[in-house]
């Protein structure tokens, strides 16, 4: 795996390295190029439809970073993804291919196709459900058949609710039964914002959640054992104690990326399943009546093809100014962080699960920086290095996996404590 031949002369190319997020997974690999397998430096180019937009990035990196040798060393693979051709040509050069492009649910799966069938590996940031649960439904088996790891949701989305779970059992001592997550974003006094190709990708995910609900009745699987008490269900608002602020549910694919990544652990290395729900704060009751009339219209106008060609079309006019096609500004991403608090209950060692309440509980931390453009790209480029030095820990050699799937083995998470995502116990009881 460490080795990069003439055939296949990359460890790393970034297909669509010209968009809002690419441009700062570009400069987060040259900043961790010395990181390649067995202490090399790891050979990358970038990918996509123009040439002169890649150029430009690449300069602009380049300038950023005080790294000219950018502009000349760094290799440029004209790929499109209406092209099948040109991603296979690209697949066959690269060792690990970094899928940039979205919404996934519209140009994702011919990536995953030309990563399979031309022997490239394939991570993505994708935090859409639908088209992570149909990749795994899909193409799971052709990738375990050519060896090729399809690894999506590794960015903000979801690696640190993934790991952060995984974290947490094995801080516990005894076996967790149940957690809820509360995200909290910090801002400065200019606030926080999205790139436009989020908000589209929520908007279409919403419209489109009945085919959701159809997919995971292909897949076809038995509801996960319930180990302890059932986890308790909240309000859709709610006043948090935990973090002292009105909550609502996440809406991303957190907690569709656990349940996979936990049924995987319980089928394939007979582990107890971790019940998890998944919390977002949103501040104080001024905030709440913006959330409900924002939801109304939202929910209104999702389900019409006009509703949802103006969600996308102004995006910062129904976002109330959350995502905006500019995207962040640099201040913006620089006095933005985020905090993820776990709340752990279990039972303490030597007590049996199925008799009576939970005895123990735990709290866990995962801390971050900018959650969109900071924190995904570190956790994507940590993910990629960690697949080129460690794939003999990956499991079954090749097939589709949530992160925590993939990396349960490896040192993914004290890599991410190195940039930029930390993971600590806040108390143990």
């Given amino acids: 795996m460490a080795a990069v031949t003439s055939s296949r002369p990359y460890h790393i190319i970034i297909f669509g390295a010209s968009g809002f997020t690419g441009q700062f997974v570009v400069e987060e690999v040259a900043r961790c190029a010395a990181e390649g397998p067995g202490g090399s430096s790891l050979k990358w180019a970038v990918a996509g439809r123009s040439r002169p937009r890649l150029e430009e990035v690449l300069k602009q990196a380049a300038g950023r970073l005080s790294m000219p040798e950018l502009k000349t060393d760094i290799e440029i693979i004209v790929a499109d993804v209406s092209i099948e051709e040109s991603l296979a040509i690209m697949c066959q050069q690269g060792l690990v291919i970094l899928n940039c492009v979205g919404p996934y649910r519209f140009y994702g799966e011919p990536v995953v196709k030309a990563c399979i069938e031309n022997g490239a590996h394939y991570i993505d940031i994708c935090g859409e459900p639908q088209f992570l ?72 995910g919403f419209a489109d959640s009945k085919s959701l609900r159809q997919l995971r009745k292909k897949l076809g699987h038995k509801p996960l054992p319930v180990v302890g008490a059932k986890i308790r269900k909240r309000s859709f608002v709610f006043f948090s104690k935990e973090i002292e602020q009105y909550a609502i549910p996440f809406m991303g694919s957190d907690p569709s990326v656990v349940k996979r990544t936990q049924r995987f652990l319980h089928e394939e290395e007979q582990q107890s399943p971790v019940q998890y729900s998944a919390y977002v704060g949103i501040g104080g009751l001024l905030s709440v009546v913006k959330l409900f009339c924002g939801g109304l219209i939202f929910w209104f106008m999702v389900k019409f093809s006009l509703g949802r060609k103006l969600l996308t079309t102004f995006p910062s006019l129904f976002s109330f100014g959350l995502f905006t096609k500019s995207g962040p500004t640099i201040k913006q991403i620089e006095d933005t962080c985020f905090s993820m608090i776990l709340f752990g209950e279990g039972y303490s060692e030597g007590t049996d699960p199925t008799q009576g309440r939970p005895n123990a509980k735990i709290c866990t931390q995962v801390l971050g920086a900018e959650p969109g453009y900071v924190a995904t790209v570190s956790a994507m480029v940590q993910a990629a290095v960690t697949l080129l030095n460690e794939v003999h820990s990956l499991p079954r050699r090749g097939g589709v996996y949530t992160p925590g799937a993939a990396f349960y083995k490896t040192s993914l998470i004290d890599r991410l404590h190195n940039h930029s995502i930390k993971f600590s116990v806040r108390g143990y009881q």
């Fill in 133 to 204: 649960e149909r990749m795994q439904l899909e193409y799971h088996t052709k990738a375990l058949d050519r060896g090729v790891y399809v690894i999506g949701s590794c960015g903000f989305d979801s690696i640190p609710a993934d790991l952060g779970i995984l974290y947490t059992q094995r801080q516990f001592r005894g076996t967790l039964t149940a957690v809820e997550s509360f995200l909290n974003i910090s801002s400065g006094p200019e606030g926080s914002s999205g790139h436009a190709a989020t908000w589209q990708a929520a908007v279409h």
